[in-house]
């Protein structure tokens, strides 16, 4: 039976994350993953993420975002790839809507980059965007977008370049703990580690019950697509990343990065599904390409135009759409996270930090009191 420090289960976004954060502090580390990350059963591809300073989720989230931020730098700098790209984010609302005005609250609480813009010269600013009377968008220049994969790409070339061991396709088929530490089996082997770490998605509803830990959690399928673009209008050198709360619903989109097209996708609704259950692909149900449609035609028309590919993926959502970063009640060299309700990858580096924190002293640096388990109870 191997012995390690540190178990984690859920090797994607907040796995890899937290697995070379703890490598850095020289904890030995064993990271399981049902599949082989960068993959597309779980919530990061898709190729691209946005990151928001600004945050109209609640000002609570900012100094997260901005930390997130720093280490995704950090990323860069050690892993020579490319991650962040510097296209500015355009969140699009009402101006009374509860968004827009967390937007508004968190650029003056923190005194972060925000241009207001109306929608009379929205037009004149991005001429392929046209907003109705009455909207408004606030651009944050200094926010912009993540290539998910090639984050996770970086974060595991890292771990192999340190030798860390990363098992893929490996279920987890028993997991027992202790107040000693845990052992876990999959089909193969047996682990021992003196901590464990659980961060495995949808699958969380699965394996954190194990250890009577019971998050209230739904799994959605998602859409989104990429639309012939005309880069003059909406290449990543003049168009933004974009968040729209409108009265349709909630969506967001990427300009077109490298010619690839404009990106577009419904951040609310979504069919409920089981973490199991093969996704159906996108164009399986008629509103999966309708629905984009309708938003673009009335927000970006000059967009709605051939439809160059579209995907699906997973949301595991919380009743509040909050995180949960948490330790375990009664063992304390137990963490997890789940539910990041389609809103996490941008905080990933960071939160990858805060349970390498929790799991080697017993408490994070940061604030994580909005994601305990107990606002459940």
Not at 205 to 222: A, D, E, G, W, Y
């Amino acid at each position: 039976m191997m012995n390690y420090d540190v178990i984690i289960v859920g090797a994607g976004s907040m796995g890899m994350a937290a697995g070379y954060y703890l490598t850095l502090e020289g904890k030995s580390v064993l990271l399981l993953d049902s599949f082989n990350p960068p993959h597309d059963r779980g919530a990061h591809h898709g190729d691209t993420r946005i990151i928001r300073h600004a945050y109209g989720e609640g000002t609570s989230y900012v100094p997260l975002a901005l930390r997130a931020q720093k280490l995704w730098f950090d990323l860069e700098r050690e892993s020579g790839r490319k991650l962040f790209y510097q296209t500015g984010v355009l969140n699009v609302g009402t101006r009374d809507s509860t968004f827009i005005q967390q937007v508004v609250a968190s650029s003056e609480a923190y005194s972060l980059p925000l241009q207001t813009v109306d929608s009379s010269n929205i037009h004149t600013r991005w001429p392929g965007m046209s907003l109705p009377e009455g909207y408004v968008g606030c651009f944050e220049s200094d926010s912009g977008v993540l290539k998910s994969e090639e984050c996770i790409r970086a974060y595991r070339e890292l771990l192999e370049h340190h030798q860390v061991t990363i098992l893929t396709n490996s279920s987890v088929q028993e997991l027992s703990i202790d107040s000693a530490g845990v052992t876990v089996q999959t089909a193969d082997e047996s682990y021992q580690g003196r901590a464990l770490i659980v961060t495995a998605g949808a699958w969380s509803s699965k394996l954190l019950p194990i250890m009577n830990i019971h998050p209230p959690l739904v799994t959605k399928r998602k859409t989104f697509a990429w639309f012939e673009a005309d880069d003059f209008l909406f290449g990543e050198d003049r168009f933004p990343a974009f968040t729209f709360e409108t009265s349709l619903g909630h969506y967001y989109g990427f300009p077109s990065m490298g010619g690839v097209g404009l990106k577009v996708g419904r951040h609310d609704g979504g069919l409920r599904i089981h973490p199991d259950e093969a996704i159906s692909e996108f164009g399986a149900l008629q509103e999966d390409e309708e629905d984009l449609r309708m938003f673009l035609s009335r927000f970006i028309p000059l967009a709605n135009t051939k439809l160059r590919k579209g995907k699906t993926c997973t949301y595991t959502l919380t009743p509040d759409e909050n995180f949960i970063i948490d330790s375990h009640p009664e063992y304390p060299h137990i963490a997890f996270a789940a539910g990041f309700s389609g809103h996490g990858f941008k905080f990933s580096s960071v939160v990858g930090e805060i349970l390498c924190q929790l799991i080697t002293t017993g408490r994070s640096e940061h604030d994580i009191s909005l994601f305990s388990m107990n606002r459940f109870n």
